[in-house]
């Protein structure tokens, strides 16, 4: 079950709003890499977790967080709107800089939302909930949460370094911190469920011998040529997992040519 | 620029065509988990890579193998429907087994593509481009890719439980080991790259010091009753990026409540 | 901010796990009468609430009482799908209720989530967030949470009549008892901004005179024949907002045959 | 079945075409809050209706009238192409006003339509039919109905504010006029068949003693602090459908921290 | 504008309702085969149209006479729909055969629509309006029509050989029928604009010496190792529009391997 | 299973980076005119093919070149973001042009992708793989291939009108002339089977008289007075196929209204 206190994680300031920096800051509430996605990704693997306790515990902590980051974005969204243009007429258009708003903007801002956020990103496209990723697998859906977060602290960073606005470069930085924290995290958790070495191959529950162990450590080149595939710490030496010694060869066809028949009679 | 060879990387065999594993099958190609979005992935990954060539062509390598195992998916899943009941004929009904597979079956697979397999999940929903992850953040998109592998392991084995078809099996084994070497390549190159501890926090070519970093390694709880966070390798020691000493504490809010005024006129 | 409680806001109990009724179940999280649509409209809803603080505080309430109904039917979800059948083998498709199950069930929760809910609907359709109406206009989004909390409800009370288990039974009593209030409160909303008829034509802010008031309020046939529309409480009285009289009347089309001239050259 | 005359429902005509305006003009056609959303939702509540007569007539009625919308809303985005740009070219570019609508239109008006409508919204975004509500029960659907031409004035009117073409403003001050009475229509309906609180709580077939009466009526806060919740018409007096008592009180939670257990062998 | 008949354009007559036929049904209607699509790409084509009069015509006829399609498809879903299962309850899933029903059938015509259709397709998934082919370009949207009404006949077929049901298999007939004339009609379209052959290149209006004429008629190879492509109509002779003689040749790469240069600073 | 070679097909050389046309060609990339769909799409038809492996072989051979056209593309894109602005800092907002690029430039290009491709179109809406039409039937499918390469030709060509920069040219004028084969090609493979004319309607495997031949070839009006429809070729003569002949004739509804009766009680 949850609470709310009306007050903000973290203070939101704008002190010059801008409508086109409120369509960019969208990308961190709707986009794949945004605050919706870490919400709602890390609180359907807590409410499915089948494991230690400590771990459900953890994610509900941090995804009641992530809730509290959504309503920090959408509230800055709504002060970069507090002065958006609402009509085209000609004295606006004649002045390139007006003009510009009224292109670069999101018109939804205006026409549907009445200046306030929008589960949308960048490009306007509504967020899916098929992003969510909760597998059901531990250090699957830990890697999945320090993949957000990387792409996260990305797009806040980009964000940090298109504005100048001080109040919305006070709430990045602190957005960002937040981030460097959730990698952190993630990963400490795989190190607590026993390393990333060790987890791997996921799912380690899968018995090494019921897979096909010729091409278990193999990186296998597809040149044109049969050429030597290119050779780095993927092609030699112990496989990170340790469970393995990595080798490197061009790949040739072990299958034949698929023949499915003809269609059915009445297959249409 | 790409060549075929109208072979099939491994075997793909079907003892007994089975449609309702037809369906499961397609969460491996259009699935979030399945080799459509490895393969997009990787290919976009190199297509926009700015660093050094390696990577590109270790990218490319493994986008093309993927590929080809969307293709001896599709081949699986041609196979599989075979012999799949075309009407609902009441004799058919009259005989449960029979009913099972009309009513387990993707319907489509009649419909629309008359047998033969879609780019679209387990639950017949297409698989949509959004959930191609590149970043242009090398270490993010490593990451990415691992994580996908690792779903996408999982969603192998699972399979692999699911069926005891003989042919299935083995071609289940081998996209096995190939996923098991696609986590460790990743990860290697995570490793060619400096490490995972070096890159974090991602992207890490933005300087710490324009990030807020009294909560850069903070575990926050957002108890109800303000207990203390749950403890564990998160909230204390060294972080695992070893540029900071985890802390944990319970979360106040910073901010105030937002007041954004009331609606402009003509606002709507 | 939020916080969290790791207790449910009410008992989750399955006497009997049903992996067909764990599908079902998935309408009310990620389908558009589901819990994920009315606590992320609620949000965003207050997020960009510019008006009486009041409305922001009960919205901020309810929301957050939502994202504990989600939390209380992922639960319901993971409880039923407890004995889910994972393989296909023989002698569980030579068994035809067996067999039934694996039939009609969502074949990822097996594949995809390790036997957890998931944000997408009953046929497997994840949730997309262009269902978060939020306007900006705070009479258009009472109603549209009305509209919400009524196919809600519907939704509940045939997820109810659907089992027999005590506990579900139990716990949809619960969902239902709460969709009956809300439905209530957000009518009380209107109300308290002035009544429904007083708040239409929405958005009232508009001048009815910059309207054509000749079609405010006729009611318009359009029957082949020219005949008279169907007559109701719609076609003649004085209209619900108290602001009109209704008529009645076939229409005539007032404009031209549009002539869109030839394409432009270049136009491709 | 339908008919049609090439003539309009109402004149369209465009004085200035702008390209941009366009843009705008679509998230009347393909936007959540447009016409394909209405046309469309009262044809299927027709279609799928079991009841009186007369309202799937109404349905019938209207939905074709709604196909007339699109239509003309379809031709006035066309007029407003009539001399967008084509080409990027350099003297273009250089002209700032010039530069301004080539940034601010939709490219696919160019690229992908040949200058004329898409089924599009504002940002771009197809319309998807799972906007379409139709529950099967009259009062819900009849909300929905009066909800969606809600945010469809509020949109009409913004779109009227924001443009000073006296064309455009005609067909909108038409438009909008039609929304008025559309809002009324419904809500007749729901007063027709009973009234909006006889029809409370929707759907009013299920008998209440199913429901946990204790929270029927009961406004729940979950402030952090056990505060009472904010009061106003919800919290106390008859409720909005006659059939209770509001009260309001802080929540507890009633369950228990739910425990899954540990993942099953092979489930992956 | 456009008027209403409430009579069926064709009888729609169900003698044995059948849920699970229901489901197959609506790829019919919200499937990408459907009529939806063909109703509005038509309407689109036609709103947009910028050319001959006739050509509107004919296209508003046809969009006209698929609402209908639509209408009838509706009808015969809901009446598919008439003895669906209502709950799970025991004595009910002790029978396979109403396992078997409640099973395969689309839960959400319980759950969502009250045992109406709705605009999805036989998995579920809504009709998304991005499947609205309306280019601009004549030949190439009667192309595209030509094409739907294939897919669209195609799949009339095969749920007309699904079915044992006399009024079904009656309803089916007439929209065969329909979709052989509409086949007919698009191509006999293209003829009056000139021909198939005369159309190619489409959009033909594209002067042909500002394309690279070296690959206009190239049938090119890919194979592995470098055998020439596999011979037929397309790799020599006349090509189909009579403007060059086809020729065929593996390829070899004409470009250069990419170089992106490095990631920019603060590109993050 | 597929090869790979780093070089390009063709050259891709950009003279004056323009992030405004980066987006523009987005659409050729991720738009349903572009070279994914047809990638995937003959990939998917080849996958699923039953019939005579030639058509397998010439579908492979081009799914396999337009790999490298989705690639060309990608590159084009990158090229094209070179100099894009990462800020909106006031110096910049200042200067029209400068402002006019950050306006109209895809925001998700700096956010994103680090200044690359994306599998998204010209809005930014991500591709959707249920545009890959893969029928089973072959003459439906090479008809759908027509209707995608032409499609995608009017794209390339309003590309190529768009800009002028030299590079770009060259390299569209290598896309549009491939798009010419491709159209030729499709065609061929229709005459290869027999000839248009001979494959309609299409499926021809279904015998015409069990469809109802009263309606096969007879073009219907639906206009509100009666009137005859509009003339053409479709009206009268020898079919398109050769196998009835045209008349023409205002449509009468042939079915009556339909009462789908009440609602079922606990149908909710
Ligand atoms: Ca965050
Ligand atoms: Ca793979
Ligand atoms: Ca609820
Ligand atoms: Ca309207
Ligand atoms: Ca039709
Ligand atoms: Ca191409």
């Not at 340790?242 to 080798?247: N, Q």
């Amino acid at each position: 079950m949850y609470y709310n206190d009306p007050k903000l994680q973290y203070p939101v300031r704008v002190d010059k709003p801008n409508p086109l920096f409120a369509k960019a800051l969208q990308q961190a509430i709707g986009g794949i890499e945004g605050e919706i996605r870490v919400c709602m990704q890390y609180f359907f693997q807590a409410w499915g977790m089948r494991g230690p306790k400590k771990y459900r515990d953890m994610l509900l902590a941090t995804a009641t967080e992530e809730l509290g980051h959504i309503e920090m974005l959408a509230t800055a969204v709504a002060l970069n709107l507090e002065d958006a243009p609402l009509s085209l007429q000609e004295e606006v258009s004649a002045d390139p800089v007006g003009g510009a708003i009224l292109n670069g903007m999101n018109m939804r801002h205006i026409l549907s939302s009445g200046l306030a956020a929008m589960p949308v990103d960048a490009s306007g496209v509504p967020f899916d909930m098929s992003h969510i990723y909760a597998s059901g697998n531990g250090a699957a859906d830990m890697l999945a949460n320090v993949t957000a977060e990387s792409t996260g602290r990305a797009l806040a960073v980009r964000l940090y370094n298109m504005t100048d606005d001080p109040g919305m470069k006070d709430m990045l930085q602190f957005l960002i911190a937040r981030d460097t924290m959730h990698q952190n995290q993630w990963m400490a958790a795989i190190e607590d469920m026993g390393g990333i070495a060790e987890a791997l191959p996921i799912p380690n529950s899968h018995p090494q011998d019921e897979e096909n162990r010729e091409f278990s450590y193999a990186f296998l080149g597809f040149d044109k040529d049969g050429a030597q595939p290119v050779q780095g710490r993927w092609s030699s030496g112990t496989s990170f997992d340790g469970k393995g010694e990595f080798t490197s060869r061009p790949m040739q066809p072990l299958g034949e040519e698929p023949d499915l028949g003809l269609a059915r009679p009445k297959s249409g």
